[in-house]
């Protein structure tokens, strides 16, 4: 695993990210998701362990380049949708 966070949120709800690369990243499926947080820190494991509110969510970048995204006039839909606000 090459990063991983999570924090608290309203309603006693943690939000947990999980990030890899290649042969790192973690499973879509839920099952997955919890095999992975599984070996990280117990906070992690536990965070994982009840009913999931949201859905899993990802994101995948194929390339490695640079952009200037202050210029743009706007947003790509495929960039917004990596993108919440």
Do not use: H
């Amino acid at each position: 695993m090459a990063v991983a966070g999570l924090g608290t949120i309203e309603r006693d709800q943690w939000l947990v990210l999980l990030m890899g690369y290649d042969d790192s990243r973690p499973g879509r499926a839920l099952e997955a998701f919890r095999d992975t947080c599984a070996k990280l820190p117990p906070v992690f494991a536990g965070a994982t362990r009840d009913a999931v509110t949201g859905g899993i969510f990802t994101c995948n970048q194929a390339d490695n380049r640079r952009r200037d995204y202050a210029a743009l006039a706007r947003w790509s839909s495929r960039t917004a949708t990596c993108i919440r606000t």
